[in-house]
């Protein structure tokens, strides 16, 4: 059984930093790409970041890319994503997510290519 466990959320005043971290079992996970998506109210899900199967290989939402950083850790079955500069704009739920093969490039960002979901993870930026 697939799953994936986020963890790290919190509240942070404008400016601070968070690292999230997805945590997976069940899965052989070098076999999965991991994206990290967000959700804030009134809003749709939306991909923040993506690191592929290997590592090798990053993508990132332009108003994140400079300020978030995702990575892989595989030994540990863990993906990360670091969040620096976070504003209030950066207030969301956000959820890992993880695919298996090699989608078509423009279907990277929709998130019906991620076949397992965390449950996502609360983060609030004060103001």
């Known amino acids: 059984q697939v799953q994936l466990v986020e963890s790290g959320g919190g509240l942070v005043q404008a400016g601070g930093s968070l690292r999230l971290s997805c945590a997976a079992s069940g899965v052989t996970f070098t076999d999965y790409a991991i994206g990290w998506f967000r959700q804030a109210p009134g809003r749709e899900r939306e991909l923040v970041a993506r690191?592929?199967?290997?590592?090798?290989?990053?993508l990132y939402t332009a108003a994140m890319k400079g300020r978030f950083t995702i990575s892989r850790d595989d030994a540990k079955n863990t993906a990360y994503l670091l969040m620096n500069g976070l504003n209030s704009e950066d207030t969301a739920v956000y959820y890992c997510a993880a695919h298996s093969g090699v989608p078509r490039p423009q279907t990277i960002r929709d998130q019906n290519t991620y076949g397992y979901w965390g449950q996502g993870t609360q983060v609030t930026v004060s103001s």
């Open positions: 690191i592929s199967k290997s590592g090798t290989s990053t």
